[in-house]
């Protein structure tokens, strides 16, 4: 198992500095990563840095909270596949989700894949979701466009658990892939969400990670 391509390497810090994700990106050259996971200002920094490397960039939509409009969000993508981002990692509209309209959020989802023709990966934040709920949004994604789904932005509640990996896996079309984020900080964790189904890790503890013993 190689660690290191599992990760997508992250710094979503609002205060991040020029400096901050010029690190990140030496980081995820140096461990060869699958992606840096950026917000939109720093994607054309971070892809001219991780040029001939290898690393994806990969950038968030509508982050953290999914609240913009569906023309925004459309806007957002199309704007971030333009500066070079290679995935997106979206939030869903949580408002819609609650009030059980499953047509609008698979909508929004679909034409963010449709506008960018890049991977995209759903944000569903599991731990404001109960069990049916998750099941739910599983089902809304593997009848999308998108290519994954993903635990939790990392700002708001618990972040990944097991369990709800564990739960996707069982109802996750097989098409689609898992990204578990949100807590993740030591190889330990990570290896026990891979057994449980992730296929993408989303930390800030890449280097961490990958110096454990």
Known sequence: ?????????????????K????????????????????NPFWVKFAKNNLKNSGVLVACVIGFPLGANCTEIKV???????????????MVINEGLFKM???????EEIDKICDVSSLPVKVIVETSKLSSEEIIEACKIVSESKAKFIKTST?????GAKLEDVKLMKKYLSNDKQ????GGIRDKETMIKFIQAGATRIGTSSGVKIMEDN
């Open 100 to 106: 059980k309209d499953y047509n609008k959020v698979k």
């Open 19 to 38: 400096e901050d994700i010029f690190i990140l990106c030496e980081q995820a050259k140096k461990y060869c990563f699958h992606s840096v996971c950026v």
């Open 1 to 17: 198992m190689k660690l290191n391509e599992y990760i997508d390497h992250t710094n979503l810090n609002p205060t991040a500095t």
């Open 154 to 158: 990392g700002f708001i509640g618990d």
């Open 75 to 89: 806007e957002e993508a199309k704007l971030a596949k333009s500066m070079g981002a290679d995935e997106l990692d």
């Open 178 to 181: 898992i990204k578990a984020s």
